[in-house]
T-cell receptor, first 114, second 112 residues
Framework: NAGVTQTPKFQVLKTGQSMTLQCAQDMNHNSMYWYRQDPGMGLRLIYYSASEGTTDKGEVPNGYNVSRLNKREFSLRLESAAPSQTSVYFC?????????????FGSGTRLTVV | GQQLNQSPQSMFIQEGEDVSMNCTSSSIFNTWLWYKQDPGEGPVLLIALYKAGELTSNGRLTAQFGITRKDSFLNISASIPSDVGIYFCAGQAIQGAQKLVFGQGTRLTINP
């Protein structure tokens, strides 16, 4: 019963490098989300996918792209990493985005851009 | 965008004390949720509230959905060391996007 699995757990990138953060859920949830967590700022939504085949921008989408590969997987890509993208990234899923029963979060990816 | 103001930002208490934290919004929400985050982990749902005025308990935790629909409160009674962590409120607005908005978090530290 894994829930939401994120890989990798830690990553260090040089400025300008690219990488993809992976997320998979095994709860048959329709909706998936990517958040970033910075000290004193709580969790801010980057992108979300209300259902398979759809993606939408959140509060802080600049510098990121996403792919909802199938119902289980939702990846976040940094095309050209910047130090301002140093953060902890969380993927989450929920049964539906229409009525909120609460999200299930992964354990996070700690990204450092130098 | 929508803003949630959570207070206090941090708390330092003695084991056994009660804890209170709250969250306010400039807009009306139809759902309030409270999460706890342990170090190195993602947030875990503690309590969900769906009706104005609703008071819900989960063990030593009690949360309330404010009558105005613009605030929520979380109380922890008789704190224990495992209560240490960051507590987040989250809300979902009636109109507009269905996604959750999170508060800045309250970091709870307990002295044994």
């Amino acid at each position: 019963n894994a829930g939401v699995t994120q890989t990798p757990k830690f990553q260090v990138l040089k400025t300008g490098q690219s990488m993809t953060l992976q997320c998979a859920q095994d709860m048959n949830h329709n909706s998936m989300y990517w958040y970033r967590q910075d000290p004193g700022m709580g969790l801010r939504l980057i992108y979300y996918s209300a259902s398979e085949g759809t993606t939408d921008k959140g509060e802080v989408p600049n510098g990121y792209n996403v792919s909802r590969l199938n119902k289980r997987e939702f990846s976040l890509r940094l095309e050209s990493a910047a130090p301002s993208q140093t953060s902890v990234y969380f993927c989450a899923s929920s049964p539906t985005s229409v009525f909120n029963y609460g999200y299930t979060f992964g354990s996070g990816t700690r990204l450092t851009v130098v | 965008g929508q803003q949630l103001n959570q207070s206090p930002q941090s708390m330092f208490i003695q084991e056994g004390e009660d804890v209170s934290m709250n969250c306010t919004s400039s807009s009306i929400f139809n759902t309030w949720l409270w999460y706890k985050q342990d170090p190195g982990e993602g947030p875990v749902l503690l309590i969900a509230l769906y009706k104005a005025g609703e008071l819900t308990s989960n063990g030593r935790l009690t949360a309330q959905f404010g009558i105005t629909r613009k605030d929520s409160f979380l109380n922890i009674s008789a704190s224990i060391p495992s209560d240490v962590g960051i507590y987040f409120c989250a809300g979902q607005a009636i109109q507009g996007a269905q996604k959750l908005v999170f508060g800045q978090g309250t970091r709870l530290t307990i002295n044994p």
